[in-house]
T-cell receptor
Framework: RKEVEQDPGPFNVPEGATVAFNCTYS??????FFWYRQDCRKEPKLLMS???SGNEDGRFTAQLNRASQYISLLIRDSKLSDSATYLC?????????FGTGTRLKVLA | DAGVTQSPTHLIKTRGQQVTLRCSPK?????VSWYQQALGQGPQFIFQ???????QRGNFPDRFSGHQFPNYSSELNVNALLLGDSALYLC????????????FGEGSRLTVL
């Protein structure tokens, strides 16, 4: 089983839609979780950290479910500029483990 | 404030050759990690350098080696290149602490023919 699993998509959604991605992880000892965004042929950039209590940043909400070992990302009121690949990431002292990413395409 | 810079941005090599990729971390960062990203995949951890030592290594063969210099910059060397080494090589810098944000460079895109 992969350490981090994501649905690769693509998710094609109309502008203004709400879309959610899930990511499951296998190591129950994992302590830190992140969502990174990667635009086509660009480097990944931190979108947000994910906390047990859940956290929100504007239109983006991240949740962590330790019991079921998954994290989620919810995007409300999708914009064309949200089109990108969203990478689920497990953090560690030395290495970060990235999922394969979920492609999102927001359509006009 | 300069971010993470990598060079070269693109390069083409042939099988069996050797390549050196370079990375300068974001100002103030002391830790450099290298990742390999194949097309359609997420970044895969190669190794991390802190205080000029390799701290942890991912599942990559010894053909992949690295170095960190006193000014925190780093090099990634790959010997005896294989076609499967074609990928985007990403350098990430950070502070050496838990739950740190990784800042990535734009990457070096290596094509092996």
């Amino acid at each position: 089983r992969k350490e981090v699993e994501q649905d690769p998509g693509p998710f094609n959604v109309p502008e203004g839609a709400t879309v959610a991605f899930n990511c499951t992880y296998s190591n129950s000892a994992s302590q830190s979780f992140f969502w990174y965004r990667q635009d086509c042929r660009k480097e990944p950039k931190l979108l947000m950290s994910v906390y047990s209590s859940g956290n929100e940043d504007g239109r983006f909400t991240a949740q962590l479910n330790r019991a079921s070992q998954y994290i989620s990302l919810l995007i409300r009121d999708s914009k064309l500029s949200d089109s990108a690949t969203y990478l689920c990431v497990l953090g560690g002292t030395y290495k970060y483990i990235f999922g394969t990413g979920t492609r999102l395409k927001v359509l006009a | 404030d300069a971010g993470v810079t990598q060079s070269p941005t693109h390069l083409i090599k042939t099988r069996g050759q050797q390549v050196t990729l370079r990375c300068s971390p974001k100002s103030g960062h002391d830790t450099v990690s290298w990742y390999q990203q194949a097309l359609g995949q997420g970044p895969q951890f190669i190794f991390q350098y802190y205080e000029e030592e390799e701290r942890q290594r991912g599942n990559f063969p010894d053909r992949f080696s690295g170095h960190q210099f006193p000014n925190y910059s780093s090099e990634l060397n790959v010997n005896a290149l294989l076609l499967g080494d074609s990928a985007l090589y990403l350098c990430a810098s950070s502070f050496f602490s838990a739950e740190k944000e990784l800042f990535f460079g734009e990457g070096s895109r290596l094509t092996v023919l």
